[in-house]
């Protein structure tokens, strides 16, 4: 008796320190090729559309008030995914054009995506969005007042789409050279000091060896907005334009990849001559500029084939008391944990990830990632209000954590594998001081810091520059 | 000579003690389940209470992933179902009126305890109705 509780003990110890560990480890895939020939890039591209026809209603459109259903199509939202390996085991990145996925249904993807990924050897799934604000509410925050926007029936077609885009770009996988390159754009505003954004359009472009048409990852930083609110009309916005013109004049297919759009960037907005805003000559006007740029991409140079994924699964302290209340009523899908450290008593969960192609590197962030939080351009005396926090400490920028390790071409992918929301620098994080997170604060200091009503909490950035740094260590050691 | 033997004072009395944390037990299990049926049915009520914009909004609870905590309503009929049976061995039989005010507020206090400690999808009940009571007290709704 006393030998067989000695051994429960034991066993309860174990498991107790195995379930604990298997959480806090970031987790490294080191993808290789199957030994049969040297490593060469292969990759494919597949996309499917997410059609809402003969589903009943109602539509929300997401992205600015609340409550608005959709009037009409313009263009229909779509899965696009891209298949890549070296010859072994690959990695898959899909991009859906909506305005965010909370990590339920990211998980829900993964999960019908199971069968795939024994077949094919893939590794890893990972989704974004390319925060569309004119495509059907994904998220759940659009419809009407505390109740859930989503439609469950639309949300089962998006899952099926990302699961026909899987297996469409598996299946046109091809060899062929990956380049890298970008350029400077003058398309952008910045809506919150400081003004700090990347102007850079960056292209990772795949040429196959057969010469048929390529693939063209585009990352920029900007909400893809140019529509602007008073839309109710469906579209994916200015990715979809210029993926629609890229096909059309090359052949080839794109992904569109939003960067660090927090704080809140997005394209100048696009008037008729006579001054008159016209949202689909606005949108069409931002996609055909930011083509132009794109065809002025010249100095690339070849990305040796390398592929590494490190995945950290890490918690933020919910100080947000409406995600409380959102978690509470099964609006939003996070999975949360209870905590002391936190405003509401509990932390939310979600990852980052870093996926390393030959030697450029992209951070997957699960949210809209304020610029300044990479570059560490902070508020400062040129700023014509003062920082509204300037006691907290802003975290270490994430491109001098990322130079720590030696990386030096450090990319932003935002929005995720999860959308938390916006990830403000602890410096100007500021909320209302009787109804926090439930009003902003109105322009108390020259700034309502909207931004901070759909945030996690304060907290938020300094946890995410820890999972960079956790990722990067489980890709290269310890610093 | 008595042909069943007495149970002293001394020897502390097993089969009470069993019979108590079995009523207690499933006292708990019913209060754990009928707690669930009044959280789903949270917007019924505010319907009848004349609230029809905050019943559209509980409504949601109706699908909701309930988690109930059994220790705290467990812990609480075992001390009102401790205090009814001291009472009855104090009192030397049955004394309805008592025992049926201990009773129904050991229903009350159990079932208001099995509603808060519940977890609905996965943040707790009572965690929620006091952040609500603060924003309302501070102007919110």
């Given amino acids: ?479 | 000579m008595d042909p069943v033997p007495r149970r002293t004072n001394e020897k502390f009395p097993f089969r009470a003690a069993a019979y108590l944390i079995l009523a207690a037990v499933l006292m708990t299990l019913a209060v754990c389940a009928l707690s669930a049926v009044l959280i789903r049915s949270m917007d019924s009520f505010l319907l009848y209470a004349g609230q029809e914009d905050f019943a559209g909004i509980f409504a949601q609870l109706e699908d909701a992933e309930l988690t109930p905590h059994g220790t705290i309503p467990f812990l609480l009929a075992l001390l009102f179902l401790t205090i009814i049976g001291l009472l009855i061995r104090k009192i030397g039989g049955w004394s309805v009126i008592p025992a049926i005010l201990l009773g129904i507020l050991l229903i009350t206090a159990s079932l208001a305890a099995a509603v808060w400690f519940t977890d609905v999808n996965g943040i707790r009940f009572g965690t929620v109705m006091l952040s609500l009571l603060d924003m309302i007290q501070a102007g919110a709704f």
């Fill in chain 1, 1 to 479: 008796m006393r030998k067989f509780s000695l051994f429960l003990a034991t066993l309860t110890v174990l498991c107790a320190v195995l379930t604990g560990c298997g959480t806090a480890v970031p987790q490294f895939i080191q993808t290789e090729t199957d030994g049969m020939a040297a490593a060469q890039w292969h990759i494919g591209f597949g996309d499917a559309i997410i059609s809402h026809d003969g589903l009943e209603g109602p539509f929300y459109i997401a992205g600015y008030d609340a409550n608005r259903e959709i009037t009409g199509v313009l263009d229909e939202m779509r899965a696009s995914a891209v298949w890549m390996d070296i010859g072994g085991d690959g990695i898959l990145l899909i991009g859906v054009d909506c305005v965010g996925l909370g990590r339920d249904r990211i998980e829900n993807i993964r999960t019908a995506l199971s069968p795939f990924c024994l077949e094919t050897g893939c590794v890893s799934v990972n989704v974004y969005s390319t925060h569309s604000h004119a495509g059907i509410d994904t998220l759940g925050l659009w419809g009407e007042v505390a109740k859930d926007g989503k439609n469950e029936a639309f949300m089962d077609r998006l899952t099926e789409a990302c699961v026909t885009a899987a297996n469409l770009a598996h299946a046109d996988r091809k060899p062929g050279k990956l380049t890298y390159g970008y350029t400077p754009t003058d398309m952008q505003y910045d809506s919150r000091e400081p003004i700090v954004y990347d102007n850079h359009i960056y292209q990772l472009k795949f040429t196959p060896d057969d010469g048929t048409a390529g693939i063209r990852m585009i990352s920029y930083a900007a909400h893809a907005e140019s529509l602007r609110g008073a839309n109710t009309l469906l579209s994916r916005d200015f990715p979809g334009v210029m993926s629609d013109l890229l096909l059309e004049q090359t052949g080839d297919r794109m992904i569109y990849m939003p960067s660090a759009i927090g704080g809140l960037i997005m394209t100048r907005e696009m008037t008729q001559p006579d001054g008159s805003f016209d949202a689909e000559k606005a949108a069409e006007l931002t996609g055909q500029n930011l083509i132009q740029y794109v065809y002025q991409i010249e100095d690339t140079r070849e990305v040796e084939p390398v592929l590494e994924i490190a995945r950290s699964i890490f918690e933020i302290p919910m100080d947000n008391t409406v995600y409380l209340y959102y978690r509470f009523l099964g609006i939003l899908g996070n999975e949360t944990r209870e905590s002391s450290e936190s405003g509401t008593g509990y932390n939310l969960i979600t990852e980052l990830s870093l996926l390393k192609l030959g030697d450029i590197h992209i951070a997957m962030i699960p949210g809209e990632l304020f610029p300044e939080l990479v570059t560490g351009e902070y508020m400062d005396e040129n700023c014509q209000r003062p920082a509204a926090n300037p006691t907290a400490e802003n975290p270490e920028a994430l491109n001098d954590i990322a130079a720590r390790y030696g990386v030096e071409n450090l990319m932003i992918l935002g929005l995720a594998n999860d959308e938390i929301g916006y990830i403000v620098p602890p410096g100007d994080f500021m909320v209302h001081p009787e109804t926090p997170y439930l009003t902003d604060t109105g322009k108390i200091d020259g700034e309502n810091h909207y931004e901070e009503t759909n945030s996690v909490g304060i907290r938020a950035a300094e946890r995410i520059a820890q999972a960079l740094e956790s990722v990067l260590e489980a890709m290269y050691g310890a610093e």
